[in-house]
C-alpha cells in the first residue's frame, strides 16, 4: 500500500510540474544579446504595458504570455513556465539582487532592443484630462535633477533588497515644505513594481501608509509621490490599486493621479494627461540562469 501511494504521489508531481512548465522545452537565453537571439524561446509581459505591445509586434519566433502584475512573471519564470520576461532595467537590478540565479539580457532601446519612444519607455504622473495639476507638477519635477533622479533610483534598489531594514543613509530627494494646508492628494500605484513600488509591513524609510490595510508603500514612486504632495502643501494618500484599475479609478474620481511606473504612451494619452517624464529607461529581458 506504501509503494502504490509512493506512486501516486510522483505522479501527482510530475503532472504538476508538466502543467507549470507546460511540457515545454526550456530556452537557455544567457547568451543572447539582441531580439533576435529570443527567436524559440516564451517571453512574457505585464497585461496592458507597452512591455506586452513591444513583445507581440516586435519579435519573431517566439511565444508571447502575459500575467496580470510581476509577482506573476517572477513566479511564472521560476517555476519553467517562460524563458523570460520583459521589465525595465531598474526592475531588474531589484529582482536579482534577491535572486542570486537570475539575470538580464542588457537590450538598448532603438539598437539591441526594441523600437521605442521616450514616451514609451518613460514614466510620468497621471491626472484626469483637463487637471491643473499638470503644468503644477511639471514645474516641480523640472525641480529635480537627473543627478537626483538617478541616485534616487539607486537608493529604491537598495531599499527594495529588505525594505522593513531601517536605513543609515539619508533620504535623496526631501522637500523643505512642511504645510499640508492644501488638502490631501490621493494616489494610486499598485504597491508590487519594485523599485518603483511595493509593499511592506513598516514605515521604515520613508514609506507611507497604504489607505484600507495594515502595510506602507515604498520605493522610487512613493519618494516621487511625497515630493510632489509636499511641494503643493498637501498631506499625501497612498492607494493600492491593480494596474488595469489604475486609468478607470482616476476617471472615475477616486484618486486624484496616478504615480505606477505608468509610461505615457498614445493609447493612454487619450482618455487621461501626462506630466513630463520623471524616469526614462531601457527595456530589457529578465531570465533565468542555466544550471
Not at 531599499?159 to 499640508?180: G, Q
Not at 486624484?256 to 505615457?264: L, Q, T, Y
Request: proline letters at 2%; one cysteine or more.
Amino acid at each position: 500500500m506504501k509503494r502504490i501511494l509512493a506512486l501516486i504521489l510522483t505522479a501527482v508531481l510530475l503532472v504538476g510540474c508538466l502543467a507549470s512548465c507546460g511540457g515545454r522545452d526550456k530556452v537557455d537565453l544567457s547568451s543572447a544579446t539582441n531580439l533576435d537571439d529570443l527567436k524559440g524561446a516564451t517571453i512574457a509581459a505585464q497585461t496592458g504595458t507597452f512591455h506586452l505591445e513591444a513583445l507581440e509586434g516586435q519579435t519573431e519566433g517566439v511565444t508571447v504570455k502575459e500575467y496580470p502584475d510581476f509577482d506573476q512573471l517572477l513566479v511564472a519564470l521560476n517555476n519553467g513556465a517562460i524563458d523570460g520576461y520583459v521589465a525595465e532595467e531598474p526592475t531588474a537590478y531589484a529582482v536579482i539582487a534577491q535572486n542570486a540565479d537570475l539575470a538580464y539580457i542588457a537590450l538598448k532601446n532603438n539598437d539591441t532592443g526594441f523600437t521605442a519612444t521616450d514616451a514609451d519607455t518613460g514614466i510620468a504622473v497621471a491626472f484626469k484630462t483637463g487637471s491643473a495639476y499638470v503644468a503644477t507638477v511639471n514645474t516641480i519635477l523640472a525641480g529635480i535633477s537627473e543627478q537626483t533622479r538617478a541616485a534616487l533610483m539607486q537608493q529604491a534598489v537598495a531599499l527594495s533588497v529588505d525594505p522593513d531594514t531601517v536605513s543609515n543613509d539619508a533620504p535623496v530627494l526631501v522637500s523643505s515644505n512642511t504645510n499640508t494646508s492644501n488638502g490631501t492628494l490621493k494616489i494610486a500605484m499598485e504597491c508590487a513594481y519594485k523599485p518603483f513600488n511595493w509593499s511592506q509591513t513598516t514605515s521604515a524609510n520613508g514609506a507611507v501608509k497604504i489607505q484600507g490595510s495594515d502595510l506602507y508603500a515604498n520605493g522610487y514612486d512613493v519618494q516621487i509621490a511625497k515630493y510632489i504632495a509636499a511641494e503643493l502643501g498637501m498631506a499625501l494618500e497612498i492607494h493600492a490599486v491593480e494596474w488595469d484599475s489604475l486609468i478607470t479609478g482616476l476617471e472615475a474620481g477616486t484618486y486624484d493621479g496616478i504615480i505606477a511606473g505608468m509610461s505615457p504612451t498614445a493609447d493612454r494619452e487619450e482618455v487621461v494627461d501626462f506630466t513630463d517624464c520623471y524616469y526614462n529607461s531601457n527595456l530589457v529581458i529578465i531570465y533565468k540562469k542555466s544550471n
